[in-house]
């Protein structure tokens, strides 16, 4: 009989986008459940001896130090909640899979970027296959709740209560409440305004290391799938040796983590909550986000891109794009090569540079083209200013010369001068066409 790895240790951040106005002292002073959370001077001394200073003042706060102006309005905010939890599916039996929801987090950022983390914990010996098939759910916010065609209004239909009633506070920060009003759309897919399900910061300590554990769990796949060649979901040979060969970060012997576009997984052997502390504390507050940010702001960008360029807001959103990659787009992180590491995986998977540089082509390209309209513009006006100037000037010569000349104002002799002045203005405007044309047609040629 195949002995099933077992879970020592499991600790996960659901992580999304939410769509909201408020700054992160409004949001504090509607609810006082939400802690802000400063580095004390000690503290960012002590992780700028690991991060570059400048990667650091990118997403913290430090007790009476000034934030740079393009930093203003970053900010932290956490609620503890540390709730139990159960999830009822026919798959867990009359039990259900039971977790604590530990806390939520909220990250402010610029250009009204607001990123959050509900964060859980699984039991120590829980069934990899059942953590892995609970994750999915949780993960699927847009399964969250189903219209009812009956009562017109939007169900629950992830039974998980007491889940779902723990993290309505995030619903109230992107304004979204249970209220009169409330049934038109579905309440919970407001936390994927930006992606299908929440991405997944994923820790575990497990019983064995294994490529085939990284794989199901990272991917949320059924757990002995890798190995199972009949079972659908299976993946291709080719695709997962690609995955496991591209995506892998692996420096010691005793730790595996699988960077994707939409999770990161990491396993450790026999790994325990004080030695995987630095993935929570560092590497997912830190990298992570940091990482999950820059991907939400191209996201945000490429819909202000694809919908405003035609209103010439595209010189803007360049503009905007150049001092975030200024501001946000290192290349090197930290003193440490384990960070770097892990940073470089995190930006690949995300494919934010790829992703960041054919936007910057796209955008350089639509500011060119609306130069040229705006140029255009300008010298069809020109063009008009140009004719009227003439027939000023016509009517004024003409003017001067009969007046010169002693000739009636509208007489014969007047009409003659102007036909005589319009004449010349048509050579000399016919001539021009013509060294232009020619002029042309010798480029071509």
Known sequence: MEIKPQISYAHTYLCGHLKTRKSADEVAACDARWTRVIMTTEEYQATSNIYYESFVDSLVEVKGRKQQDFYKGTAYLRMDVKTPCTLHDDRFGEQGWTFELCALHLFFFPYNICLFAIEIEEQAGSDPDKLSYAHGLLRETNDYEQYDAKSKSWVLSLNAPGYTKAIEPLLHVCGVSGGEGATSESRYANLTCTG??????????????????????????????????????????????????????????????????????????????????????????????????????????????????????????????????????????????????????????????????????????????????????????????????????????????????????????????????????????????????????????
């Open 196 to 445: 299908n399900k929440l991405k997944a910061f994923q820790i575990f300590g497990v019983s064995e290391l294994s490529d085939s554990l990284l794989y199901e769990l990272g991917s949320t796949s059924p757990v002995g799938c890798v190995d199972d060649s009949t079972h659908s979901y299976s993946p291709a040979p080719s695709y997962y040796e690609k995955i496991m060969a591209e995506n892998t970060i692996s420096v010691f012997k005793n730790w595996k983590a699988l960077a994707l576009l939409d999770s990161l997984t990491v396993i450790q052997l026999g790994g325990t909550e004080r030695r995987m502390w630095l993935w929570r504390e560092s590497y997912f507050r830190l990298i992570y986000i940091h990482a999950y940010y820059q991907k939400t702001l191209l996201f945000v960008v490429n819909n202000l891109f694809r919908s405003d360029a035609a209103n010439g807001e595209c010189t803007s959103i360049l503009q905007q794009m150049k001092q975030q990659e200024h501001w946000y787009a290192f290349s090197n992180i930290s003193y440490n090569f384990l960070p770097q590491m892990i940073y470089k995986a995190i930006d690949s998977s995300l494919e934010i540079a790829s992703e960041r540089t054919q936007l910057h082509h796209y955008l350089v390209q639509e500011a060119e083209r609306q130069e040229a309209l705006n140029e255009r513009r300008v010298g069809k006006l020109l063009s008009v200013l140009t004719v009227l100037t003439v027939l000023s000037a016509l009517y004024d010569g003409t003017t001067l010369i009969c007046e010169t000349l002693g000739f009636a104002t509208g007489g014969h002799a007047y009409r003659w001068v102007l036909t005589a002045l319009c004449g010349i203005v048509v050579l000399i405007f016919g001539w021009w066409l013509c060294s232009y044309y020619t002029a042309k047609n010798q480029r071509r040629s």
